[in-house]
């Protein structure tokens, strides 16, 4: 077999077939993705399903906590389960660029497999296309997923009062990336928290009736996630800057490179809004699972038609978070 | 607003928001999209579903006939369509290379949305990643799809004797793309036969119990899909080259450079294997669609357990055609 990828592999013949069944049928094997048909085919009750979709493009490919192969698992079946559904099926399309070597190739997509079976979720389709050398940086991941809703979750009005719990520490993702990219050798022990948020969703699923929305602060972390739902609320949100979790050495990187941690990415926690009175509740529930004992209600809702997005910190200074509107890192995730 | 795409546009805030708005609302709209929720969510009703996905990656970005975005749909319609699936519901993921024209971005989104038109099909969710100068050739544009099986079309065990019928001319696609590639200057109308097949499959649907496989030949042409349901089948397949609806032009061409059509990509095409005895039934049908006026039966299943697949002139003489080793144009969709 070859060691690095050369364009033939991506022409449809005998050695595209020889890639995907040393590869892709080896690590993600499931009858429905072997059966030869253009598409996968699985049954359904009727229902809500949700259709979500992410490339990935992060660099380096591999960093502290994680993959590209985990981050385009994990990314998907996150959306899918913030939306309410529970992840069953995944597509992944892989762009390569000629060269790009088999056996971390293969690495990759064992990654991807085994997150996969973490949680009973199946790649079941898939496409590769080989790019010449210098046509692409390495090697480009697209994942897109199907769910079905579950315990009727749905978005709901957010009022004023409403809380803000976000599940975990933030700015982890975002702040491992910074490091490896510019090579800061600072002694940390700073990891991405990469993770599906599946098991969380689900933990709290009691309290749907009184959850309002729920996302994942990926790209531009929790300050433009936050300023998307005072967006959509209409309603402008108050956070409370000692009840927001950071871990203290990404506190530490962020001062020290002058970037903020707020607008850090995070790729293994959710933004839960729920209703006044069973934040506490679900905040306890959270923090029964071992990957959300830093949850922490951060803030709350304000009657604000201007829509503002501010922190206060403990000396009753405030900070207003607005949407980012210059270059933050590319190729976070 | 921006003339060009710039890194922060993939930041996920200000500036990725103004591009969605601007771009793929404005071309896409629908309430689904446009939901503000990080999936995509739609009812079902019970019974089979098709899921396929495909990345693209064409060169040149336009073609004679087509471009990047009407592949990037009719790509995706085609693999739900051969699978018996009426296509629903589409993803889109671009990955940007920074500096690309926001115009030229518009008239590919555009040609998208107007191909969704069309088939009643819609984009429902979406990603857009930029990568920086250099880490990616232009564009690259990944759609997932999402259909529901009709008429409970399965795949069948083929059996010696069953009839391939091509719905049209081969080699077009695949063709037009190298003569544009090589700036090669003929004289010729040679055009992509990027289409849906929807409409081609959908109109036989009365023969889908005799029908055992449907498959649109893409990359590697009908040369290697025969191929590859040989290998399904476990039977061999002869092909009778006077038969196989090719244009006169594209014969020229190919000779001219020696390629060989059968290997050429079609991206409007279906090889639809079916049983002998409603073969001619099956094309007379296909031949009352403006689309399939040159379908053709091309040839037949033998009782081979080598799986040969060759070409009978008229002279008598044989050809073998092999699975495709060595390298063709690459990035062709």
Redesign the interface.
């Known amino acids: 077999m070859n060691k690095t990828i050369?364009?033939?592999h991506?022409?449809?013949?005998?050695?595209?077939?020889e890639l995907i069944e040393n590869i892709f049928y080896k690590h993600f094997n499931n009858s429905i993705l072997t059966?030869?048909?253009?598409?996968?085919?699985?049954?359904?009750?009727?229902?809500?399903?949700?259709?979500?979709?992410?490339?990935?493009?992060v660099k380096p490919l591999f960093f502290s906590g994680g993959n590209i192969g985990k981050l385009a698992v994990c990314g998907t079946i996150n959306?899918?389960s913030?939306?309410g559904?529970k992840p069953l099926?995944l597509?992944?399309?892989?762009?390569i660029e000629e060269g790009f070597s088999i056996e971390i190739l293969d690495l990759i997509v064992e990654e991807m497999a085994k997150q996969c079976k973490l949680l009973g979720v199946k790649v079941?389709?898939?496409?590769t296309?080989?790019?010449?050398k210098?046509?692409?940086?390495r090697i480009?991941i697209?994942t897109?997923g199907?769910?079905v809703?579950q315990n009727n979750y749905e978005?709901k009005k957010i009022e004023a009062g409403d809380k803000i719990i976000v599940s975990g520490n933030i700015g982890d993702h975002g702040t491992a990336i910074t490091l490896e990219r510019y090579g800061v050798d600072v002694k940390s022990n700073i990891k991405s928290d990469c993770a599906s948020v599946y098991e969380i969703v689900e933990a709290i699923k009691e309290y749907y009736p009184f959850v309002k929305i729920m996302?994942?602060p990926?790209?531009?972390g929790i300050a433009?996630i936050l300023n998307?739902i005072s967006s959509?609320s209409g309603l402008g949100i108050k956070l409370v800057e000692e009840n927001i979790p950071i871990l203290r050495e990404v506190q530490g990187v962020n001062k020290m490179l002058g970037l903020d941690p707020l607008y850090m990415a995070c790729e293994g926690r959710v933004i839960i809004v729920a209703k006044s009175e069973v934040a506490k509740e679900i905040l306890g529930r959270l923090r029964s699972l071992k990957q959300c004992k830093d949850a922490s209600i951060i803030g709350s809702f304000t009657e604000d038609s201007e829509r503002i997005v501010y922190v206060e910190n403990s000396f009753g200074g405030e900070r207003i978070l607005n949407?980012?509107?210059?270059?933050?890192l590319?190729?976070i995730c």
Chains 1, 2 share one sequence.
């Open positions: 050369k364009l033939f991506g022409d449809g013949g005998k050695y595209t077939s059966s030869g048909i253009d598409s996968a085919l699985f049954n359904v009750n009727s229902g809500k399903m949700a259709f979500t979709t992410d490339s990935f493009v959306d899918l913030v939306s559904a099926y597509s992944a399309g892989f762009i079941v389709t898939g496409d296309k080989v790019v010449e210098g046509s692409a940086d480009f697209n897109a199907v769910g809703i978005m996302k994942d990926t790209r531009g433009t998307e959509i949407t980012l509107d210059g270059e933050m590319p190729r």
